[in-house]
């Protein structure tokens, strides 16, 4: 009669599937790995088997050669293997595949980027991904690649919800803001994101900073949490909200400050805020009553 090797048992020394009933080996060369976590530095090196994860945002995504710097050479060192040195690194760093020097030239805008807007390095494996993707959609050629790198990261800053807008990134890196609001839709409707909207609370810190009416920030903010729920306000954009919150908070504390001063710094009109503080004020007098 036929065995149906019903009965399998598993030597891990000798990593054979052994049949108990007939003694057939059925599986030779077997190797499991248990894992397991480690919470000492002795069990981190027994149970690590891998080296870093891929990160988009290094060169060759982390997973190249490090050659170290010339700093690290001995003084002793012969001029050979100086030369030597100095030859197998210069071929180490140079990139002859023309993707990964588009990458290469994407990582260095959003380094630039980055500094310039004061924005968390943790975020730059995310930008890293969009722009990526932008490549394999084929929408930056014929186009400026620094204006998608802002928009990219105006994207970024909107998914983590720092508050950063079109008109702050325009002005920090020195571009036209049309066009990286532009530029920002193309890549939205392109590539189907769905960025969430802009919260005034975000940026209301840093307009009463640049208007210089930071002692109003906690009437400010109570404002803006009794406007929640009322789309007649709510549906406007969101410097528009802020705009009209701060004047109608510095008329109720007879502050001077004009509709004229409002819309040079947060870069909207007078009429706006004009609208915008009368609904505000709608709002808030209904609410005492």
Same mark, same amino acid.
């Given at each position: 009669?036929?065995?149906?090797?019903?009965?399998?048992?598993?030597?891990?020394?000798?990593?054979?599937?052994?049949?108990?009933?007939?003694?057939?080996?059925?599986?030779?060369?077997?190797?499991?790995?248990?894992?397991?976590?480690?919470?000492?530095?002795?069990?981190?090196?027994?149970?690590?088997?891998?080296?870093?994860?891929?990160?988009?945002?290094?060169?060759?995504?982390?997973?190249?050669?490090?050659?170290?710097?010339?700093?690290?050479?001995?003084?002793?060192?012969?001029?050979?293997?100086?030369?030597?040195?100095?030859?197998?690194?210069?071929?180490?760093?140079?990139?002859?595949?023309?993707?990964?020097?588009?990458?290469?030239?994407?990582?260095?805008?959003?380094?630039?980027?980055?500094? #310039?807007?004061?924005?968390?390095?943790?975020?730059?494996?995310?930008?890293?991904?969009?722009?990526?993707?932008?490549?394999?959609?084929?929408?930056?050629?014929?186009?400026?690649?620094?204006?998608?790198?802002?928009?990219?990261?105006?994207?970024?800053?909107?998914?983590?919800?720092?508050?950063?807008?079109?008109?702050?990134?325009?002005?920090?890196?020195?571009?036209?803001?049309?066009?990286?609001?532009?530029?920002?839709?193309?890549?939205?409707?392109?590539?189907?994101?769905?960025?969430?909207?802009?919260?005034?609370?975000?940026?209301?810190?840093?307009?009463? #900073?640049?208007?210089?009416?930071?002692?109003?920030?906690?009437?400010?903010?109570?404002?803006?949490?009794?406007?929640?729920?009322?789309?007649?306000?709510?549906?406007?954009?969101?410097?528009?909200?802020?705009?009209?919150?701060?004047?109608?908070?510095?008329?109720?504390?007879?502050?001077?400050?004009? %509709?004229?001063?409002?819309?040079?710094?947060?870069?909207?009109?007078?009429?706006?805020?004009?609208?915008?503080?009368?609904?505000?004020? %709608?709002?808030?007098?209904?609410?005492?009553?």
């Amino acid at each position: 009669m036929k065995c149906d090797h019903s009965q399998k048992e598993y030597d891990s020394g000798r990593g054979e599937t052994v049949c108990k009933k007939c003694g057939i080996v059925l599986e030779d060369q077997k190797i499991i790995v248990q894992e397991s976590r480690s919470f000492t530095e002795e069990e981190r090196e027994r149970t690590e088997r891998t080296g870093n994860p891929i990160k988009f945002s290094k060169s060759k995504s982390g997973l190249g050669s490090y050659m170290g710097s010339s700093g690290n050479i001995s003084a002793s060192t012969s001029g050979h293997k100086r030369s030597k040195y100095f030859r197998l690194n210069k071929w180490n760093n140079r990139v002859s595949d023309h993707k990964e020097r588009k990458l290469n030239d994407g990582r260095d805008e959003f380094r630039l980027i980055f500094a #310039s807007l004061d924005i968390p390095n943790s975020l730059k494996e995310e930008a890293m991904v969009l722009y990526i993707r932008s490549l394999e959609e084929d929408l930056i050629n014929g186009r400026s690649r620094n204006l998608m790198c802002v928009a990219i990261a105006y994207i970024v800053c909107r998914n983590a919800g720092i508050p950063r807008t079109l008109k702050m990134c325009s002005e920090a890196l020195d571009v036209d803001s049309q066009k990286l609001g532009q530029y920002y839709k193309y890549i939205c409707r392109e590539l189907d994101l769905d960025v969430p909207r802009i919260k005034p609370i975000h940026i209301l810190d840093y307009y009463l #900073s640049e208007t210089g009416l930071t002692r109003y920030s906690g009437e400010c903010r109570n404002v803006i949490k009794q406007l929640e729920g009322f789309p007649e306000v709510t549906s406007k954009a969101p410097r528009s909200i802020v705009a009209g919150v701060i004047y109608y908070v510095c008329h109720d504390e007879l502050d001077s400050v004009t %509709q004229g001063r409002m819309s040079r710094v947060v870069g909207t009109t007078e009429v706006t805020i004009r609208k915008t503080y009368r609904a505000v004020e %709608q709002i808030v007098e209904n609410e005492h009553i």
